[in-house]
């Protein structure tokens, strides 16, 4: 959103010993509460924020296996910050590679322009009208 930070950067603590030993579950928590648009909002920005910060975001990705949390992570996984595209890489490293080829698989084909349907069956979009 233009002007508008519906995610409250806070969700994620200072990196203190407390958040990584008691924090970190309050921030998993947080997270899984996210509606839709926080969601958004976090994929948008997410880059902005301290590279301390985004650390503790790759951090705290993946532990659901969502497909949104992989991309997410495969794209700090991309970050110019070492220490964020590591912990992002780290991350992706315990999930189940079944899970990263879908992940992967479901953001090239929205690239093109191909969603994929239930059953695996896909539809190819030109514009804003399926064909």
Known sequence: MIGMRIVDPAFIGPGTDYWWDVGVEHSRDALSRFSAVEWADLLEGWSSQSGEWQDQLAYILGEDGSEREIRLLLDMARSPRPEVALRARE????????AIRSATLAAGLAAVGVSVQAEGQSQVRTGNAPT
């Open 91 to 98: 991350s992706l490293r315990g999930l189940p590679a079944g």
